[in-house]
């Protein structure tokens, strides 16, 4: 069976609320695609630590660091907890 992407690798799509451990994590995956030969479809990022408007904008630094990581789309996701409430 073929997977299905634009290059025809395995692909991974994350989700993250882009802390100092998840942006240890998306740096590393964003360096190890090409040896590991996958690629990067997408980010979606959630509120953690902080709002979800500072998390998009951390996740955008961090994506800055990399060339690699400057064309990895970016997609909103929860603003709050779907679960428990975290106020």
């Known amino acids: 069976a073929e997977v299905c992407s634009r290059e025809n690798l ?9 802390g100092v451990d998840d942006a240890i994590a ?7 695609a090409k040896r590991r030969k996958y ?9 953690g630590n902080v709002k979800l408007p500072q998390v998009l904008k951390n996740l955008a630094k961090v994506l800055e660091v990399l ?6 789309p970016v997609f909103p996701g929860c603003s709050q907890a779907l679960v428990m409430n975290t106020t």
Not at 67 to 72: K, N, V, W
């Open 10 to 18: 395995p692909f991974l799509v994350t989700s993250l609320h882009a």
């Open 39 to 47: 690629e990067i479809l997408g980010i979606t990022a959630s509120f």
């Open 67 to 72: 060339p690699e990581g400057r064309d990895i």
């Open 26 to 32: 998306i740096l590393m995956a964003i360096k190890e």
